[in-house]
């Protein structure tokens, strides 16, 4: 990934805080692949985070009441 500056973040330089970052242990691939997506993707990924979050809690609540129920 170049920025507008030429630099990559797969090979940043090492006084970099992408360097640091890489050197404390800390995977910057998913960062790396949110950069490569346009905005209008990443807030449709997001959307479809969300989506699976608001679906999943309504599971669990809908569990939670038949367990209720059936005590």
């Given at each position: 990934m170049s920025t507008?500056?030429?630099l990559s973040l797969s090979t940043p330089p090492d006084e970099?805080?992408?360097a640091r970052a890489t050197a404390f242990g800390i995977d910057i691939t998913l960062l790396i692949e949110n950069l490569r997506l346009?905005?209008?993707e990443r807030v449709q990924r997001l959307q479809q985070m969300l989506d699976s979050v608001v679906a999943l809690q309504a599971e669990v609540k809908t569990r939670r009441e038949r367990q209720a129920q059936s005590v």
């Open positions: 507008s500056t030429g970099s805080a992408v346009t905005p209008t």
